[in-house]
């Protein structure tokens, strides 16, 4: 990745999404492409494959997601698990339509298994039960 090519990070505003944009920045990187939801919403194809076309990332880091607490994810489950397949699937769709160099999606540690030995290895990734409460939220 150079300095001068275009970074779109989604969910810029976010835990991950706001530390990526200091480091990126730290480093010298002057191309980022920031939208907050209002600006763009990921889960509308039609504006996803627009921004996409409009602006041309060389590369995308997928950290946007809705998230929630526990009693969040159990109140609305299909909200999370559409909310979210929505936004990964349109931004995915978008930067191959586009020739995007490199997309990174990022996943919740919630992925791992409710019981997963410590410390946990990548292995462990979807290798057992997860946390009932999680499970939308982590299968999207």
Partial sequence: MNKQDKVYIAGHRGLVGSALVRCLEGNG???????????????SQAAVTHFFQQEKPDYVILAAAKV???????????EFIYQ???MECNVIHAAYQNSVKSLLLLGSSC????????????????????EPSN???VVS
């Fill in 29 to 43: 990187f002057d191309n980022l492409l920031l939208r907050t939801h209002a600006e763009l919403d990921l889960t």
């Fill in 68 to 78: 929630g607490g526990i009693y969040a994810n159990n109140t609305y489950p299909a």
């Fill in 84 to 86: 979210n397949l929505m």
């Fill in 111 to 130: 992925i791992y298994p409710k019981f997963a030995n410590q410390p946990m290895r990548e292995d462990a990734l979807l290798s057992g039960i997860l």
């Fill in 135 to 137: 499970e939308p939220y």
